[in-house]
């Protein structure tokens, strides 16, 4: 079975988050929506601040309801998750869905050790012994790759290492064995053996569990290696998604031009500098109807300051008012890179 005459798991639709400030609601997330298949890896990949881990906590429930308003439609299995009480969106969250947070460290309770935390996500949503869940909990340390689980499991937070957290965190979110797993920068602030580490065992739980994994990340290297589906995510929009093949060999949107940009070759001569994205993202108070990206994008015209059209090519789609004929011109201009002398 291919992957597109898989069912579907979740489906994103027209979801908008705004949070309450002195100035009234000011919106963080404008419109989002994507759809994972069983199985599928999902990538989201933006700059910090776009609003990729804004849009997963608010479709999981993680929100302050009292100051966030959240709108738009969410479907888990055909279930409309968003407008469950919070005792059933519990019952969801952990079991069906498990979540891999950015920081291990504010994720584990540091006066627990890590097996009676994971040990306590099985009792949670399974009938079963303390006994039994410690053993489930031991199990699954050994399968994240922790050396001796036996004695790692009786261990605090503060007596492991960052990778060694990660991958406690790992081994809770899997407890469940979630048909969907949401990693939200698994691999931030870990060093590059860790960091290859963790990307296979997610390659390999999706392979021996048939998990969907939706990965936040704004690395594109990790994307290219491990998705396959990307949306690139900026000022609170998806700007640019599609099959993660076609949206590096052809990236449509000027922005995911500048993060492919930022990439250093492995091959070829070497180059004078790197190309960088002027700016800063801007925050979403200062973000109107039109183009977020237009403030940095050297292509930018007066109907950028509408909203832009979106633009479909096969599988791939951006938000971007320039035409198919000028697009390639300005692309292979754009990444072009010099190279030294």
């Not at 639709?13 to 994972?36: E, M, Q, Y």
């Amino acid at each position: 079975m291919t992957m597109a005459e898989k069912p579907m798991l979740l489906d994103v639709n027209g979801l908008s988050v705004s949070f309450a400030t002195d100035r009234g609601f000011v919106r963080a997330v404008r419109d989002v929506s994507f759809s994972v298949r069983e199985g599928e890896i999902l990538s989201i990949v933006g700059e910090s601040g776009s609003g990729k881990s804004v849009t997963l906590l608010s479709l999981l429930g993680l929100h302050d309801a009292k100051t966030t308003r959240v709108d738009g439609t969410v479907s888990f299995r055909g279930q409309r998750i968003l407008e469950l009480p919070a005792s059933r969106m519990r019952r969801i969250r952990g079991k069906d869905i498990g979540l891999i947070s950015q920081d291990p460290m504010t994720a584990l309770t540091p006066v627990y050790t890590i097996g009676w935390q994971i040990a306590e996500q099985i009792r949670a949503h399974e009938a079963i012994s303390a006994r039994a869940a410690r053993l489930r909990a031991i199990e699954l340390l050994g399968e994240v790759g922790l050396s001796n689980p036996g004695e790692a499991v009786d261990r605090y937070p503060h007596q492991l290492s960052g990778g060694m957290r990660q991958r406690a965190v790992i081994a809770m979110a899997l407890s469940c064995n979630p048909a969907l797993l949401v990693a939200d920068e698994p691999t931030t602030a870990l060093d590059v053996t860790v960091q290859a580490q963790v990307l296979d065992l997610l390659l390999r739980l999706r392979k021996d569990f048939g998990s969907a994994i939706i990965l936040i990340t704004h690395d594109m290297g990790v994307v290219s290696e491990v998705a396959d589906q990307v949306a690139v995510m900026y000022a609170g929009r998806i700007v640019e998604r599609g099959p993660t093949e076609a949206v590096f060999a052809n990236p449509l949107h000027p922005y995911t031009w500048g993060l492919m940009g930022s990439i250093p070759p492995l091959t070829g001569p070497r180059l004078a500098r790197l190309r960088s994205i002027p700016g800063m993202p801007p925050t979403p108070d200062r973000i109107d109807d039109g183009c977020g990206f237009a403030p940095r994008c050297r292509f930018a015209r007066p109907d950028c300051a509408r909203h832009p059209p979106l633009h479909r090519l096969g599988s791939q789609s951006a938000l971007c008012v320039l035409d198919p004929a000028e697009r390639v011109a300005l692309r292979e201009n754009e990444l072009t890179l010099e190279t030294e002398a």
